[in-house]
């Protein structure tokens, strides 16, 4: 279970009577997750999700916070932050607000930075159909439309520069392999961040962190059926090809080979452009983003794996898997823009 910080029923009882919710009836430790601590909560008004967080502060959380209310306020299936009633929201000024600026969806618990959202309903879907993978894939769509009037800034915190700080520290626990591998791939990337078809790329509040288990589907219906997706912690403004990539990456792969499954791809990126069509340029970096991506969480699997934290129980994801994914998507046959729905459904804007 990942709980690094223990909260006493009385603490968390107290917060969620302070906020009106009610008083708690149950608290109990999440099982899953490795980067911070969560509980499920219940009060006498609903079901609640209160999370502490473990390496994140509050420079960085009003915005994921407040992109969350954003979101939940346009219609998207995400949890709601409930809000404290003794802080006062920022004061109007849509245009831009500081990202670290007061929030009052940030709470304090046994020491540490905390929210307490709704829960979602349903069940993640580890091995997706097609199916499953549009429904994702419209989602995607529709949430990077409706963040784009969202009035904070705040870069993706695990982007390229994090990558470039990150990779020397992981280096020494590779071998020769590896680390040519690691090294050509940053090398590349660091190359085509600097192009003029990336700064091309339309960019926005992105989740940058939606794998299959951060989604949640109805467990009463036959068909498919989002109902929510959740842990916005990794999100930042970024590119929505990269999100999308993220996307393909983890919904989309062939898990024993690391190989991409077209089926489930073309599923999720027909969906996608059927709500927002690609341009150009995002057709023409594809390859490179999913490369991106997968370099993003080998990376960041590997710095969980080799410099560990604390935890009452913990299970560090396995590294190799994205070194497979990332060998599979810069392996020369590897050719995404074949998919049909590259060449055909996806028109530019
Ligand atoms: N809003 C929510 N509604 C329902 N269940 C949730 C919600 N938030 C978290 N959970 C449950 O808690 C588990 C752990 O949450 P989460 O994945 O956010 O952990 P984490 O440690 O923050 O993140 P990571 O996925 O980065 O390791 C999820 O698998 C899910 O079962
Ligand atoms: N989704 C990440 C973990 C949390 O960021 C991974 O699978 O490596």
Not at 15 to 39: D, S
Not at 60 to 87: F, N, S, T
Not at 200 to 206: E, Q, T
Request: hydrophobic content about 45%; glycine content about 6%.
């Amino acid at each position: 279970m990942a709980v690094f910080t223990e909260v006493g029923f009385d603490e968390a009882d107290a917060l969620v009577q302070r906020i009106g919710l009610g008083p708690l009836t149950e608290l109990r430790g999440i099982e899953g997750g490795i980067e911070n601590t969560n509980y499920f909560a219940t009060t006498a008004s609903g079901h609640y999700v209160l999370t502490l967080f473990e390496r994140l502060g509050p420079q960085q959380l009003p915005y994921y916070l407040c992109l969350m209310k954003h979101l939940a306020a346009r219609g998207m299936p995400v949890p709601e932050p409930v809000a404290d009633p003794d802080i006062a929201p920022p004061a109007d000024h849509p245009l831009s607000i500081p990202a670290d600026a007061p929030c009052e969806f940030l709470h304090r618990v046994a020491g540490k930075p905390a929210a307490i959202v709704q829960r979602l309903e349903g069940k993640s879907v580890l091995a997706p159909t097609a199916a499953h993978c549009a429904e994702l894939g419209r989602l995607l769509a529709h949430m990077h439309q409706a963040a784009r009037d969202f009035p904070r800034l705040q870069p993706n915190l695990r982007g390229l520069a994090w990558w470039n700080d990150t990779a020397p520290v992981v280096l020494p626990y590779l071998d020769a392999p590896q680390a040519a591998l690691l090294r050509s791939e940053l090398a590349y990337q660091n190359h085509v961040a600097a192009s003029s078809a990336y700064a091309a790329l339309p960019r926005g509040p992105v989740h940058a962190d939606l794998f299959r288990d951060n989604a949640m589907f109805a467990t009463d219906s036959d068909e498919p059926r989002l109902t929510g997706v959740f842990d916005f912690y990794f999100a930042g403004t970024d590119t929505w090809l990269f999100d999308l990539a993220v996307c393909l990456n983890d919904w989309a792969i062939d898990l024993p080979t690391g190989r991409h499954d077209a089926l489930r791809a073309d599923a999720l990126l027909a969906a996608y452009v059927t709500v927002r069509p690609l341009t150009g340029a995002e057709r023409a970096l594809l390859p490179a983003m999913l490369r991106a991506a997968a370099l993003r969480f080998w990376i960041s699997r590997l710095w969980d794996f080799h410099l560990p934290r604390e935890a009452s129980m913990l299970k560090a994801h396995d590294p190799t898997h994205f070194e497979r994914v990332l060998r599979e998507r810069s392996h020369p046959s590897a050719a995404p823009l074949s998919w049909p729905v590259a060449s055909g459904l996806a028109q530019a804007a």
